[in-house]
Every structure is written in structure tokens, then in C-alpha cells.
């Protein structure tokens, strides 16, 4: 199965749980049983692949790649003196030093693996560096590397080393903002050269309501005295503060040049002296005090759920098998009456669902023809405020194409993230609606089936799982930017400058309009999927929850129903076994309620 999230007593706790649920639940056949276990294993599996992805952020030039080589120990991502390639870079735990290139294009992904980091490093730098990529020529759109033996990684620490404020594509500060929403940590990293600037700052009020949790590190710290260090950390506190981070005593002065020398020469002096213990020490807390409890307690109350579940099956079966035939005959057709009532209130709600879901793509298309209007209008505006700054007469169309072919991508990943955020949030809110009805409709479900069979029932109210992104997705946009070279007519040679200019214009405009159709009907396109696909998975996640709830009451009612015509003997075999199994559920119940008592 291989490494794991460290054990904390929580996670331990979780675990033995998930075991103990599913051993309970080995020695039955019965098919309500044999899901409910498959469901226990899913959930232990998920809880073991638990990951923490954590992205490092700033400025290029600040020392990021320095400093995760710092973390792992070893030179495995390429540094430079000039900005490298805008490549997002994905730090896992393997079996092996690899790294995969994956690309924009249709081309199928490049897997190389050597026990020599170095020759890694080599591999890599042929795709991230600006010497052997210039302006990502290759395409490329992340690159994986898988690292051995490394504690860090091992404890299912994801590092994502992205790209840099200011580097060679300004459009990839708007792809990170876009990407930081799947990770749960961020470190931030900041230099004394100089302490922190203007596009930082920008950048930061955008990221912090993104990233869960975020760190900063001061790094080169080597460059100063203790004195000079000091003046920066405050420095540092106060310009964050007036940017509404509280950052005080949180910033980790490093030296990522000593801290990854140490580790090569196994030097420990330098390497406590290079502040990076520091970050590695909290980073380990944060991972199991604050993730693992969050993701523990999401997993023990599934748990409780699952077991309420099962205990209000076992408790209908031994009900059924108890009571005279002629009553159970009656309570059984009884039950059935009511399933097809509420079976009738499940399609009421997919009906209103399918008007909803018809209703926010009309906004889509209205939203979208505005969002076109106002991008036209944005473009062309830049436009006349180059003529008008430009000293020239003539329009110089060429440096407008290049000025604008610059601007498209940036203001369209602006765009990306407004209209995601917005749409997100429109059907957030509806799904939520139809999500109180649906668990109503299951609940009553349970509750007919408890009150009918005159057996008790508790469901528990589950927080906002912690979802568990395997490894997060970065998508870039291919925004078109390219200007179709339209050669001048030879008349425009001979027309006077005003009709000209006029010709220019125009030509400008129609290829506006072209560029702004096609890059809003990309991520028009991108939107509609996504909301085609939240509303699908509603409607699944209700069919799925309605069918459990029947299986799960009626089922265990059926299965009654049969017992009885078979041999007495067996009847009183299966109602010693179900009680069990009562008893040992209760008990568990009990033990994870206690369990969530100490960890709120």
C-alpha cells in the first residue's frame, strides 16, 4: 500500500475504526452488507492516499526552486539567474528518480527515470529552462517528478512549484489565482532583494482568500545580520498587515543555499543554522494537527453514518424475523405504499432540477454575449489610447497586433477566474437547495422505516467532506491571441493618410471581434461542461442516495420477509447472528461519538 500521512493518534484512531467496521461486517453475504463494506474500504483507501498539496508562490528571482531543492536535499530542479520557463512543476513521492513532461498539444507524454537525480535534473532542464525552451516553444504544460526515499514526500506532502510573478508569460499570474483553489497550503516566498514589492503585494490580496493556509519565508537570509534581519522581518510584518495579513512572528527567515548545502555534506550546525529545520518542524504539525484532524473527523463521521445505517438494518431484520407474519405482511405492503410516494417527490425534485439547470445555461448565453460586448469594447479601447499617446500620424498596425496579441491572454485568465468564481457560486447555491430537499427525502425514507417497524434511528450531520484531490490539475486556457498577417492592399500605399488609418481601423476591429468570439466560446465551452457535469452528478448522487436508502430499509424488510418462509431454525440461527452484530455496532457508536467529542 505503500507510505502514508503520518500516524497521528487521531489518524490511528480513524483507521482502527475503518477496521474494525469492516471486519464486523466480514462474515455476512448478504448484498446490503458486502456494499456497505466496499463503501468502509473506499473510505479507508481515500483516507490512507490523504495528500498535502502545497504550492510555492513569488516573484522570479526570489529563490523557489532553491528552496524545495533545499527542502528535499538535493539539486533536482534547475535554478538560473533569468526567469525560467512559466512550467508549473508537480514534487512526488516514487520508487525512483523520474519525471514526466506532459504538453498542451496532442503529442503523448515523455516518461524518463534514472537512479541519478542529475541526469533528472538534465532531462528536466530541456523543458523548463528559457535556454533549451524558449517562450515554452515545446508546449509544455506541467512536468511530474517522483523523488525516493524522501520523509517529506512520504508523508504525502505534494510540493507545486509554480510559476513565477513576472515571468516570461504574465497571463500565468492569472493561470496560478486559477489553480490555487486545489491546494491546501502555500508557501510564499520573499527576498531581501528587495524586501517586497508593488505586483507582490497586488498578488498576494488575490491569494490569501484562495489558500486555506499560507507561509512565508524570508529566503537568502544568509545576506544578513541580525540586525539587518530584524529591520526586514518588521518591515515585511508591517506592508503585509496593511494588506490585511497578519504575519507577525510567522515569517521563516532561510538560507536555501546553506540549508541544501548542509543536506549534501550531512552538515547539521549549518543546516539548524539555515532555518530550514524550522519549516520542515511546521510544516509536519500543520500536516497532522490541522489536515489529518480535519480529514479524520470528516472520515469518522461517514463512519458513524455508514454504522447508524447498517445498525438500522440489522435492527429492521430482527424486527421483521420477531413479529407475527400477518403483521409484517401488512407493515411490508404498508412500507411500499409509502416508497412509491416519496419515489414521486424524487422525480418532483429532478424536474425543478432540469429547470434550473435549462434556466443557468440562458444566463450562460446572456452572460457570455455581454462578457463579448464588453471585451470588444476593452480591446478597442486600447487601441485609441495607442494612437492617440503615439507621436506618429500613420497607425503602426504591427506594434498594436503585438501589444494586443500580449494583453488577450492576461485579460481572458482575469475573465476565466470572475466568470468561474461567479458560476460557482450561482450553482453552489442552487445544488444546495435541491441538496437540503434531497437529504430531507432520504431521511424520511429512514424515519418512515424506523417509526413503521417501531425501531430506533440517529443520522448524523456531516460537515463539508475534505475533498481529496489526488494531485491538483493545472489547466491553461489556449487563449487565441494570434493576429492573421493581413498584408496591406496596394492601394492602401496609395490612399491619403485618413482613409488609411480608416482601413487600419477597421481591419484592427474585425480581428478583435474574431479573437474575442473565439476565446469567450472557449471558455463559454468550459463553463457549460462544468455546469452540465455538477448537475449530472446531483441527479446521481440523489438516484444513488434514494436506491441506498430503499436497499438499506425496505431491503432489510424484504430479506425478513423471505427468512420466514424458510426453516425456523434458520430464522433463529440469523436472529442470534443479527444481535450480535447489534451489540458490537453499539458499542463502535458509542466509541467514535467519544472520538468526536475529543478532537471538536
Known amino acids: 500500500m505503500g507510505a502514508y500521512i503520518t500516524p497521528s493518534p487521531v489518524g490511528c484512531d480513524c483507521l482502527t475504526f475503518l477496521d474494525k467496521a469492516v471486519s464486523l461486517l466480514d462474515n455476512f453475504e ?18 490512507l492516499q490523504g495528500r498535502l498539496n502545497l504550492a510555492v508562490l513569488g516573484q522570479f528571482k526570489r529563490g523557489k526552486s532553491s528552496l524545495l531543492n533545499a527542502l528535499l536535499g538535493i539539486d533536482i530542479l534547475p535554478t538560473s539567474v533569468i526567469p525560467l520557463t512559466a512550467i508549473p512543476t508537480f514534487l512526488t513521492s516514487g520508487d525512483i528518480y523520474s519525471a514526466r513532461i ?17 541526469k533528472v535534473r538534465e532531462f528536466i532542464a530541456e523543458f523548463v529552462t528559457e535556454e533549451k525552451n524558449p517562450r515554452n516553444e515545446k508546449k509544455v504544460r506541467e512536468v511530474v517528478i517522483s523523488i525516493p526515499g524522501n520523509s ?29 483553489p486545489q491546494c491546501d497550503a502555500a508557501f510564499f516566498v520573499i527576498s531581501p532583494d528587495p524586501p517586497i514589492t508593488e505586483a507582490e503585494l497586488d498578488f498576494l490580496r488575490s491569494v490569501k482568500e484562495k489558500v486555506p493556509k499560507l507561509f512565508f519565508v524570508l529566503n537568502k537570509a544568509d545576506y544578513l545580520n541580525e540586525e539587518e534581519k530584524k529591520d526586514i522581518l518588521n518591515f515585511l510584518e508591517a506592508n503585509l498587515a496593511k494588506s490585511g495579513i497578519d504575519v507577525k512572528g510567522k515569517i521563516f527567515p532561510v538560507s536555501a543555499k546553506h ?3 548542509a543536506k549534501l555534506n550531512n552538515d547539521f550546525d549549518l543546516l539548524k543554522k539555515s532555518g530550514v529545520v524550522a519549516i520542515e518542524k511546521h510544516l509536519i504539525e500543520f500536516l497532522a494537527n490541522e489536515k489529518n484532524n480535519a480529514l479524520a473527523k470528516a472520515i469518522a463521521i461517514k463512519i458513524l453514518n455508514s454504522l447508524s445505517g447498517i445498525l438500522l438494518n440489522v435492527d429492521l431484520k430482527i424486527k421483521s424475523l420477531k413479529m407475527p407474519f400477518e403483521i409484517l405482511e401488512k407493515k411490508r405492503i404498508q412500507f411500499e405504499e409509502k416508497i412509491k410516494e416519496l419515489t414521486i417527490e424524487k422525480q418532483a425534485i429532478l424536474d425543478i432540477l432540469n429547470g434550473d439547470n435549462k434556466r443557468i445555461h440562458h444566463f450562460l448565453e446572456e452572460y457570455s454575449a455581454s462578457l463579448r460586448e464588453r471585451s470588444e469594447t476593452y480591446f478597442e479601447g486600447i487601441v485609441k ?14 506594434n498594436i497586433r503585438e501589444i494586443l496579441a500580449e494583453k488577450i491572454p492576461v485579460f481572458f485568465e482575469k475573465e476565466m477566474r470572475k466568470t468561474t468564481v461567479l458560476f460557482e457560486d450561482k450553482v453552489g447555491k442552487l445544488l444546495n437547495r435541491h441538496k437540503e430537499k434531497a ?3 432520504i431521511s424520511s425514507l429512514k424515519e418512515i422505516a424506523a417509526n413503521l417497524f417501531e425501531v430506533s434511528y440517529t443520522e448524523f450531520k456531516e460537515d463539508r467532506f475534505f475533498e481529496l484531490i ?3 490539475y493545472w489547466v491553461t486556457y489556449k487563449w487565441n491571441a494570434t493576429f492573421n498577417p493581413i498584408p496591406p492592399n496596394i492601394v492602401d500605399k496609395m490612399l491619403p493618410l485618413k482613409v488609411k488609418n480608416n482601413r487600419i481601423l477597421n481591419r484592427l476591429k474585425q480581428q478583435i471581434h474574431t479573437l474575442t468570439v473565439s476565446n469567450i466560446e472557449n471558455l463559454r465551452w468550459s463553463i457549460f461542461q462544468s455546469i452540465d457535469k455538477s448537475f449530472r452528478s446531483f441527479e446521481r448522487v440523489l438516484e444513488d442516495g434514494f436506491q441506498t436508502a430503499v436497499n438499506l430499509t425496505y431491503g432489510a424488510v424484504k430479506v425478513a420477509f423471505v427468512k420466514r418462509i424458510e426453516e425456523k431454525e434458520k430464522v433463529k440461527n440469523t436472529l442470534k447472528n443479527l444481535e450480535k452484530v447489534r451489540i458490537e455496532l453499539e458499542a463502535m457508536l458509542k466509541e467514535i461519538k467519544g472520538f468526536l467529542e475529543k478532537i471538536d
Do not use: C, M, W
Not at 30 to 47: A, P, V
Not at 102 to 118: A, I, P, R, T
Not at 156 to 162: G, N, Q
Open 30 to 47: 448478504d448484498s446490503f452488507f458486502i456494499k456497505e463494506k466496499k463503501k468502509l474500504l473506499s473510505l479507508r483507501n481515500r483516507f
Open 102 to 118: 506532459l504538453f498542451d498539444s496532442e503529442k503523448s507524454d515523455l516518461l524518463f527515470s534514472h537512479n541519478n537525480y542529475q
Open 152 to 180: 517529506l514526500l512520504e508523508k504525502k506532502i505534494v510540493f507545486i512549484d509554480t510559476p513565477g510573478i513576472g515571468s516570461t508569460y504574465k497571463h500565468n499570474t492569472e493561470a496560478t489565482l486559477n489553480f490555487l
Open 259 to 261: 540549508a541544501l548545502e
Open 385 to 398: 489610447e495607442l494612437i492617440a499617446s503615439s507621436s506618429k500620424k500613420e497607425i503602426n498596425e504591427s
Open 439 to 441: 437529504n430531507r427525502l
Open 470 to 472: 489526488q494531485q491538483p
